[in-house]
T-cell receptor, first 113, second 119 residues
Framework: DAMVIQNPRYQVTQFGKPVTLSCSQTLNHNVMYWYQQKSSQAPKLLFHYYDKDFNNEADTPDNFQSRRPNTSFCFLDIRSPGLGDAAMYLC????????????FGPGTRLLVL | AQKVTQAQTEISVVEKEDVTLDCVYETRDTTYYLFWYKQPPSGELVFLIRRNSFDEQNEISGRYSWNFQKSTSSFNFTITASQVVDSAVYFCALSEAGAGGTSYGKLTFGQGTILTVHP
């Protein structure tokens, strides 16, 4: 089945130790998004890719970076995780053009020790 | 700027009760899209429905129904005969069309409503 896959589902890292979260999709969608969702809060968009064009939200900290080597894969890099970065990280995709519905992966829950 | 308000933080019902989740939105765009997503304890956001601003027809899908009223900027969601499996956080979201139909589709979410259905 076509889908959005996120690995790992749970990630534990140490304060200040770089960590990478991965997202892949078999939907062949042009647009990919990364959201951060802290406990009891709504998802918050960090950035998105339209094909290879990277678009950062204005309030996304510099600590967060992303790479998209091809259509299928997108990575979220947290260069120096702080305790406040512990959250669920959700990847979503959508086709380009008039399509508007985003399809989400299962998320990666990040714990920072 | 767009905004979505879900005034109900938590709702608790007993199985088989009907429950309505409220959603009110603000936008300056004339073309926009409204969504409901379900987030069970596993964390995945599950798409339930999308409504276009130019289509105010209400929709029913099994036990789920949605009432879209532009006059009151509301997009409410009703679950009929609720079940324990309906327990989740429900998010209402808004996306504006953007210029030339090329919006990257940024979703603005409400704060979510935690629905607990007791047996």
């Amino acid at each position: 089945d076509a889908m959005v896959i996120q690995n790992p589902r749970y990630q534990v890292t140490q304060f200040g130790k770089p960590v990478t979260l991965s997202c892949s999709q078999t939907l062949n969608h042009n647009v990919m998004y990364w959201y951060q969702q802290k406990s009891s809060q709504a998802p918050k968009l960090l950035f998105h890719y339209y094909d290879k064009d990277f678009n950062n939200e204005a309030d996304t900290p510099d600590n967060f970076q992303s790479r998209r080597p091809n259509t299928s894969f997108c990575f979220l890099d947290i260069r120096s995780p702080g305790l406040g970065d512990a959250a669920m990280y959700l990847c979503a995709t959508k086709p380009s053009g008039g399509a508007v519905t985003q399809y989400f992966g299962p998320g990666t829950r990040l714990l920072v020790l | 700027a767009q905004k979505v308000t879900q005034a109900q933080t938590e709702i608790s019902v007993v199985e088989k009760e009907d429950v309505t989740l409220d959603c009110v939105y603000e936008t300056r765009d004339t073309t926009y899209y409204l969504f409901w997503y379900k987030q069970p304890p596993s964390g995945e956001l599950v798409f339930l429905i999308r409504r276009n601003s130019f289509d105010e027809q209400n929709e029913i899908s099994g036990r789920y129904s949605w009432n879209f009223q532009k006059s009151t900027s509301s997009f409410n969601f009703t679950i009929t005969a609720s079940q324990v499996v309906d327990s989740a956080v429900y998010f209402c979201a808004l996306s504006e069309a953007g210029a030339g139909g090329t919006s990257y589709g940024k979703l603005t979410f409400g704060q979510g409503t935690i629905l607990t259905v007791h047996p």
